[in-house]
């Protein structure tokens, strides 16, 4: 069964900067595509970037030119660097991804973006 385990939350003030990581498990990691996806309270959950195997991106409007995600196919790790956070990005964030008929999602990691 495929694992994704994300990591790199926390509390950040307005304006801050947060790395998140994910590393998948039980997988080829090279040959899938990865996502990012956020919860807010009382919110449906939203994509948020997506990296393609290739390594070509997209990205939610809300995050452009804010973030970036990576990723490190030797480490079987996908990145989101998030800079100039505001507090509308507070949100558990979760990795993602699709295998066969499946998708996988990891445990999620709180960010939290106040003064």
């Known amino acids: 069964q495929v694992q994704l385990v994300e990591s790199g939350g926390g509390l950040v003030q307005p304006g801050g900067s947060l790395r998140l990581s994910c590393v998948g498990s039980r997988m080829m990691f090279r040959i899938y595509a990865m996502g990012w996806y956020r919860q807010a309270p009382g919110k449906q959950r939203e994509l948020v970037a997506r990296i393609a195997s290739a390594g070509s991106t997209n990205y939610a409007d809300s995050v452009k030119g804010r973030f970036t995600i990576s990723r490190d196919n030797a480490k079987n790790t996908v990145y989101l660097q998030m800079n100039s956070l505001k507090p509308d990005d507070t949100a558990v964030y979760y990795c993602?991804?699709?295998?066969?008929?499946?998708?996988?999602w990891g445990q999620g990691t709180q960010v939290t973006v106040s003064s």
């Open positions: 993602n991804t699709h295998v066969g008929l499946e998708d996988y």
